[in-house]
């Protein structure tokens, strides 16, 4: 029996001791740094320059424009799940006629989130990666 509780135990101290690890983190934990504006990481130069903002079950994508009025381009849905070893944020409700956006409603793999970086991923009907990063605004 000893030798059975040994192996169990450093495993749960090794999972538990680390504070950047993705095991056994609880939804309310991912919501609570999931919530606020995240402004998007322009992958190029022809990428709209955007701010999400997550708040209590809605998520909203403003387009960022020069002057001080920015133009809210959809208002959807967003719920987090937490696996043993994967946090996922599902979003739903966007109907843009932009198909990038109307393309955002699945289950997206949050890869990263810590205190001022975001990073989800998913694949498309077709099987291609899409990915967005963020930092926090």
Known sequence: M???ITPLFIMLLALTGCDNNDFLQS????????KGTWKKVLGSSTDPNEKWNFDNGTLTI???SNDPDTTVIDHGKYSVVTKFSKVYVTLSGFSSEWL????????WTIAEISGSVLYISTTNPTGSIISREFVKN
């Open 27 to 34: 939804e309310d934990k991912v919501n609570g740094q999931l």
């Open 2 to 4: 000893r030798k059975l």
């Open 62 to 64: 403003t387009r960022i």
């Open 100 to 107: 990038q956006y109307s393309d955002l409603n699945r289950q």
